[in-house]
């Protein structure tokens, strides 16, 4: 069966700790996309990424295909990085179109 | 910078009704797709959709399911006799091209269905 796993599950830190979230899974996939939900719901596309590291502002994003696993960090944690971070995959065997499967998400709480 | 759009936000509606849930995907986008999430669970994939026709539906997505793009803009889905399980967060997404490779998908704010 085709799963993603992330860990952990909750995560509370202080402001300015550097945060590291995990994402694994079971075959090969296509993509790997880490999202952001907000308390209200609403869910914002972080990176996309099919190999290699990408880095916006604080965020950088890691991913190791053979290893089947992926993270997630945030150097200079604040406040507003409050939120849910999902980790989402394209697997190979999903068929034609790019239907995601998803983690259940990392509850992350930064304390001031 | 261009969004997603859905409507309405909220929705409540009486078990057994049909209802329907409207998207507005980026308007140069070809790939559009549609998930739920159970509250305080992990985001579902329901369908996606190209060239006027689905291209990929999970298990959830049955016949009481159903997807239309009418007018080139906007993108529904319509659950036709709803159950209180429908009661759930449904986002809509878009994307410049099918690959998922080179090109993310952008999610809507989401439409909460509650089923009374």
């Known amino acids: 069966k085709n799963e993603v796993e992330q860990s952990p599950q909750n995560l509370t830190a202080q402001e300015g700790e550097f945060i590291t979230i995990n994402c694994s899974y079971s075959v090969g996939i296509s993509a790997l996309h880490w999202l952001q939900q907000h308390p209200g719901g609403g869910i914002v596309s972080l990176f996309m990424?099919?190999?290699g590291k990408k880095k916006h502002g604080r965020l950088i994003a890691t991913i190791n295909i053979q290893e089947k696993h992926s993270s997630l960090h945030i150097t200079a944690s604040h406040p507003r990085d409050s939120a849910v971070y999902i980790c989402a995959v394209r697997f190979y065997s999903g068929g034609g179109a790019d239907g995601l499967t998803f983690g259940k998400g990392t509850h992350l709480i930064i304390q001031p | 910078e261009p969004e997603v759009t859905q409507t309405p936000s909220h929705q409540v509606t009486q078990m057994g009704q049909e209802v329907i849930l409207r998207c507005v995907p980026i308007?140069?986008?070809?790939?559009f797709y549609w998930y739920r999430q159970i509250l305080g669970q992990k985001v579902e994939f329901l369908v996606s959709?190209?060239?006027?026709?689905?291209?990929?539906k999970s298990e959830i997505f049955d016949d009481q399911f159903s997807v239309e793009r009418p007018d080139g803009s906007n993108f529904t889905l319509k659950i036709r006799s709803t159950k209180l399980e429908d009661s759930a967060m449904y986002f809509c997404a878009s994307s410049l091209s099918g690959t998922g490779v080179n090109q993310p998908q952008h999610f809507g704010d989401g439409t909460r269905l509650s089923i009374l």
């Open positions: 990424l099919s190999s």
């Open positions: 959709f190209y060239n006027n026709e689905i291209s990929e």
């Open positions: 308007s140069n986008h070809l790939y």
